[in-house]
C-alpha cells in the first residue's frame, strides 16, 4: 500500500484529501504542524509527502530544508502545496520536488501525487 503523508493546519484540507487518497488505496497520515517532522517521517516512510507553506511552526520551507537534508530521508518526494502566489518560486527555496497550486483540482491532485509514488 501507498504511504503519504501531509502537512497542512487546514483541518478541512486534511479530510478531504484523506478521504480521497484512503478511496484510491493510499495509506494516509495528516498533522497540523512540522513539529519532531524528522522523527515522524522516519517512523512513517511515506512514498509521498505534502508540504503546505503556512505550517506551525517551522514552516514549510524549512521543514522540507530538514528533510532533504537527511540523508536517510533525502530522497522521499515533496510536492509543495500552498494559496500562495508565490508556490513556485517557494517550492524551489524550499527544495521540493513539484508543486501544486491551491485551490487544486482533485484529478490534477491525484496524478501528481502518483506520478511521484511510482517513481
Given at each position: 500500500m501507498k504511504r503519504i503523508v501531509i502537512f497542512d493546519d487546514d483541518v478541512d484540507i486534511l479530510e478531504i484529501l484523506t478521504y480521497?487518497?484512503?478511496?484510491k488505496g493510499w495509506e494516509v497520515h495528516t498533522r497540523t504542524t512540522c513539529n519532531n517532522i524528522l522523527e515522524i517521517i522516519s517512523e512513517k516512510r511515506p512514498d509521498v509527502i505534502l508540504m503546505d507553506n503556512w505550517i506551525p511552526d517551522t514552516g514549510g520551507i524549512k521543514a522540507t530544508q530538514l528533510l532533504k537534508a537527511d540523508p536517510k530521508l533525502t530522497n522521499i518526494p515533496?510536492?509543495?502545496f500552498s494559496a500562495?502566489?508565490?508556490?513556485?518560486?517557494?517550492?524551489?527555496k524550499a527544495g521540493a520536488d513539484a508543486y501544486i497550486?491551491?485551490?487544486f483540482d482533485l484529478d490534477?491532485?491525484?496524478?501528481?501525487v502518483n506520478q511521484f509514488a511510482l517513481s
Open positions: 480521497l487518497l484512503t478511496e515533496v510536492i509543495y500562495n502566489n508565490d508556490v513556485e518560486i517557494l517550492s524551489q497550486a491551491k485551490p490534477e491532485l491525484e496524478k501528481i
